[in-house]
């Protein structure tokens, strides 16, 4: 996995270098996508901090997946005891090749037990999708 981060790093600096010239070779490749959805309410009422969610991906998630990953902000909506609710969530995407999906999805389990046991969560979601990724560049 580091060794594609890396070319994946080396590439993007090429496009930079090179002014995001096109290339006629074919980028396009099937990878796995996995996301993580992390709910920051907790049951008895109030969220958990930024700053220990911060702190969470600091120190578990960034070592874990050393060739990055992207974090967003959500909001999850349900019903719950016929009332509309809502809930801020993180969620974190990983894209990794197909022959590292095992490895890969055994680390993202631990995050997310991690995760549960930390703050006293219920579950975390996960979901995979094979997805495929084209490097888009200026002609």
């Not at 496009?15 to 070779?25: H, L, Q, Y």
Request: net charge neutral; aromatic share 10%.
């Amino acid at each position: 996995m580091l060794r594609i981060c890396l070319s994946l790093l080396l590439i993007i600096s090429s496009w930079f270098a090179a002014g995001c010239n096109s290339r006629s070779t074919d980028d396009t490749a099937t990878w796995q996508r996995s996301e993580l959805y992390f709910g920051l309410s907790r049951r008895g009422g109030g969220d958990i901090p930024e700053a220990d969610w911060k702190d969470f991906v600091t120190n578990q998630v960034a070592p874990a997946f050393p060739g990055g990953f992207t974090e967003l902000i959500a909001f999850g909506h349900f019903r719950e005891d016929g009332a509309s609710k809502a809930e801020p969530v993180r969620v974190l995407v990983f894209l990794n090749p197909t022959s590292k999906a095992e490895a890969v999805g055994r680390k993202l389990d631990a995050l997310g037990k991690a995760y549960c046991t930390r703050f006293g969560q219920d579950a975390v979601l996960r979901a995979d999708s094979p997805t495929n990724l084209t490097f888009l560049r200026a002609e």
